[in-house]
């Protein structure tokens, strides 16, 4: 059954999910980079970059595991690109170059419409202006039985986690602090909502905590 999944989404040990001023030069926000200083060396992230080697253990267990299953995405706008208010062209096309490393249907939400884009590798953009459960419905069509995966930023999330529409979490909490930037559960009673934590890991890099919602 097609699960709605939170997966590799790091924090800091202060529940910061990004840094403050996010910029074309800052996407992660100022210190940002450092909450996800377990993924970059993993055997998963060193190859879906084109390169060859990387680690493997706890760490790449939990970073393969993310894409498994996973028929489509939902990003917020943040994270598809740094433009603001309405697209002065088409010439932005993502982050990650011609094959971002999705490989199916991501559903970009957005107030402002824009045509579909379609990549290499399999990876297609589509913006939805009709909110959050709009973009839900459209990505489960795409996802066809797979899985859900929202990919951020922390108030894509939110948004998701406040309407109920999740089903699970993964987050990957890094030994850092932040002070300031994004914080992912201000304000949220979590286990009032439903949530139980169901899996712990650890390794030097992050605590791996798999969270699941009780319905």
Do not use: C
Not at 73 to 84: C, D, E, H, S, T
Not at 173 to 192: H, I, K, M, R
Request: hydrophobic fraction near 40%; charged fraction near 20%; avoid cysteine.
């Amino acid at each position: 059954m097609s699960r709605v999944k939170v997966a590799a989404f790091s924090i800091s040990v202060d529940g910061f999910g990004a840094g403050p001023s996010q910029s074309l030069d800052e996407p992660l926000g100022v210190g940002g980079k450092r909450l996800h200083e377990w993924a970059f060396p993993t055997r998963t992230f060193t190859r879906m970059f084109g390169a060859e080697g990387g680690s493997t253990g706890v760490d790449d267990r939990y970073a393969a595991r993310s894409f498994e299953k996973v028929g489509a995405w939902i990003l917020g706008r943040n994270m598809f690109g740094p433009v603001r208010g309405p697209w002065p062209d088409e010439s932005w096309r993502g982050w990650w170059g011609d094959n971002p490393p999705y490989h199916v249907p991501v559903f970009v939400l957005t107030h402002h419409p824009r045509a579909p884009l379609q990549m290499e590798g399999g990876t297609s953009f589509h913006f939805v202006t009709e909110g959050i459960e709009a973009a839900l419905a459209q990505a489960k069509a795409a996802a066809a039985g797979r899985d859900v995966r929202i990919g951020g930023g922390v108030a894509t999330i939110r948004q998701y986690l406040l309407a109920g529409l999740i089903d699970e979490m993964h987050l990957a909490v890094s030994p850092t602090l932040l002070g300031t930037g994004e914080a992912l559960f201000a304000g949220l009673d979590l286990p009032a909502m439903g949530w139980r934590v169901t899996q712990t890991e650890t390794s030097p890099q992050a605590l791996h905590v798999v969270m699941t919602l009780e319905r």
